[in-house]
């Protein structure tokens, strides 16, 4: 029966009408229901990730300052990386409270204002005044003030801070530039602004750049994904300490960079960098950040590797190229002790391939490989008769001989270059990328993907990305904070990126 306060109309498209509006509105009925679920989960797993690094800080405070029997074991861990230890959990509860944050604050609704400490009054105040918008109707009138909101933010131009109450994006962009492109911990800045007589609470600022890291996760994943549209891209990783959850010792973590530059085979295409941060060197975690990738990997012999690779070396996946300095180093160590003739001989040989490489560099594929074919062949295939020659006739467990070994069981990958000009000799590029992450390894007690890690491989790849296309990553930070800030529409990432910068 129908109820009797419902009346079905007689005409049938207003009754079709009807029917769609209950079903349009049974469906935001069911959307929101899920959406409320989801958002229970999140916040679920965003309280176990913050109570588990909460744990962490309290286990390590136990091991820290707790009896003889509980103190830290490893001699390793000093005063400055537990300073470290520290700034790098708040940045990552930071992170993850942003995260949350972004998921139930609409847009339109504000934080009730906080409490701000005063600062030095030698600091200079510098006024700025934004008056509305003069409109055409508002000509020859008398305006009259109604209302005013005043606000105090703590900039910097260089060497030289201006006082405020909430950091502008200059002075949050010299903070992530001074931890993240040139090593220095939030502690070691601590004592840089104090000496201005600047009151900056560190712990303040971990937040800060957990906040900022979680910002820019959406750039740092759009030039990942920039990446792995390249032809041929490079691969390294590098170790990094870490503190191991619910004790006071540390464990090895790992960094891994991915690199792209079209420009030694002629391409226009920006060079660019993306760090990934890892607990484990497991050989899956290299298999998600390259999901979806058909095309060249240049890279050094780890294992993780080759588990993408196609045996045979076709194009439907990943093709493996090797790289000619990881095996030249092995026998350069043997040639600059002066302990093996073959070695030297190795060395000699393999620094004809370079010159090669130097004088195709920029030309295109077709190019750089007639120039292989011309000299690179015949030198590669002396270079493997000696091994294979060598080989029998000295000890197996010898440094020679694991430096030959290295190179004949890669034979495959290291001749790729011969046939296609798109692959380098080596993966430099990528090393050059890793290298500044590892000023701040002694400092990089990391509570888990969950702390700072992430935070810091995704403010790095921008500011590193930033630097290779010769661009000031302390400028460029500033501006896209800015853009980000004002509502910069996540449809044109592009614009953002360090490459489109016009400083």
């Known amino acids: 029966m129908t109820p009797p306060d419902l009346q079905l109309p007689d005409d049938v498209e207003t009754l079709k009408a009807m029917v769609l509006a209950m079903a349009e509105k049974a469906a935001r009925t069911d959307a929101l229901e899920s959406e409320v679920a989801d958002l229970k989960a999140k916040n679920a797993d965003a309280d176990e990730r913050i109570e588990r690094l909460t744990q962490i800080l309290k286990a390590f405070d136990r091991a820290r300052f707790g009896r003889r029997s509980e103190k830290l074991a490893s001699p390793t861990i000093d005063d400055e990386q537990q300073a470290f230890v520290f700034e790098e959990i708040e940045t990552g509860i930071a992170a993850i409270r942003a995260q949350v944050n972004n998921s139930v604050t609409?847009?339109?609704?504000?934080?009730?204002?906080?409490?701000?400490?005063?600062?030095?009054?030698?600091?200079?105040?510098?006024?700025?005044?934004?008056?509305?918008?003069?409109?055409?109707?508002?000509?020859?009138?008398?305006?009259?003030?109604?209302?005013?909101?005043?606000?105090?933010?703590?900039?910097?131009?260089?060497?030289?801070?201006?006082?405020?109450?909430?950091?502008?994006?200059?002075?949050?962009?010299?903070?992530?530039?001074?931890?993240?492109?040139?090593?220095l911990p939030l502690y070691r800045q601590e004592a840089i602004y104090a000496r201005d007589k600047v009151e900056l609470d560190r712990k303040l600022r971990a937040q800060w750049m957990g906040k900022l890291g979680f910002e820019l996760d959406i750039l740092a994943d759009y030039l990942l994904a920039e990446i792995k549209k390249a032809e041929r891209i490079f691969a390294d990783e590098t170790t990094l300490p870490t503190l191991a959850p619910g004790s006071g010792s540390a464990k090895t973590a790992w960094l891994g960079a991915y690199a792209r530059d079209d420009r030694p085979f002629g391409g226009s295409g920006p060079p660019m960098v993306a760090y990934r941060f890892e607990d484990s060197r497991a050989g899956d975690r290299v298999a998600r950040h390259l999901s979806g990738y058909?095309?060249?990997?240049?890279?050094?012999?780890?294992?993780?590797?080759?588990?993408?690779?196609?045996?045979?070396?076709?194009?439907?996946?990943?093709?493996?190229?090797?790289?000619?300095?990881?095996?030249?180093?092995?026998?350069?160590?043997?040639?600059?002790?002066?302990?093996?003739?073959?070695?030297?001989?190795?060395?000699?040989?393999?620094?004809?391939?370079?010159?090669?490489?130097?004088?195709?560099?920029?030309?295109?594929?077709?190019?750089?490989?007639?120039?292989?074919?011309?000299?690179?062949?015949?030198v590669v295939n002396e270079l493997f008769a000696l091994w294979q020659k060598t080989l029998p006739r000295i000890s197996g467990k010898s440094k020679l001989a694991e430096a030959i070994r290295y190179a004949t069981s890669r034979r495959s990958i290291f001749e790729r270059f011969l046939s296609d000009g798109r692959i380098e000799l080596d993966s430099n590029i990528v090393e050059r990328a890793i290298r500044p992450q590892t000023i701040t390894r002694k400092n990089s007690l990391f509570a888990g993907s969950d702390g700072g890690g992430r935070t810091w491989a995704t403010i790095a790849t921008l500011l590193q990305t930033a630097k290779m296309n010769n661009v000031d990553p302390q400028a460029w930070l500033s501006l896209t904070r800015e853009r980000i800030a004002n509502g910069w529409p996540s449809s044109d990432l592009e614009a953002l990126m360090p490459w489109n910068y016009a400083g």
């Open 106 to 183: 609409h847009p339109d609704s504000k934080s009730p204002p906080r409490p701000r400490k005063g600062f030095a009054p030698h600091l200079e105040r510098v006024e700025v005044v934004i008056e509305p918008d003069e409109l055409p109707e508002h000509v020859g009138k008398q305006k009259v003030l109604i209302g005013e909101d005043v606000s105090e933010r703590l900039d910097v131009v260089p060497a030289h801070i201006i006082e405020g109450g909430i950091p502008t994006e200059a002075l949050l962009a010299q903070i992530a530039v001074s931890k993240y492109a040139d090593g």
């Open 294 to 378: 058909r095309g060249i990997l240049q890279v050094d012999g780890h294992g993780a590797y080759n588990k993408l690779a196609r045996s045979d070396g076709g194009n439907d996946g990943v093709i493996l190229a090797g790289c000619w300095s990881h095996s030249r180093r092995k026998f350069y160590e043997l040639h600059a002790s002066d302990s093996s003739r073959i070695a030297t001989e190795t060395v000699e040989l393999m620094a004809k391939l370079w010159e090669v490489e130097a004088a195709a560099q920029g030309q295109s594929p077709d190019g750089r490989v007639a120039a292989s074919q011309a000299t690179s062949a015949a």
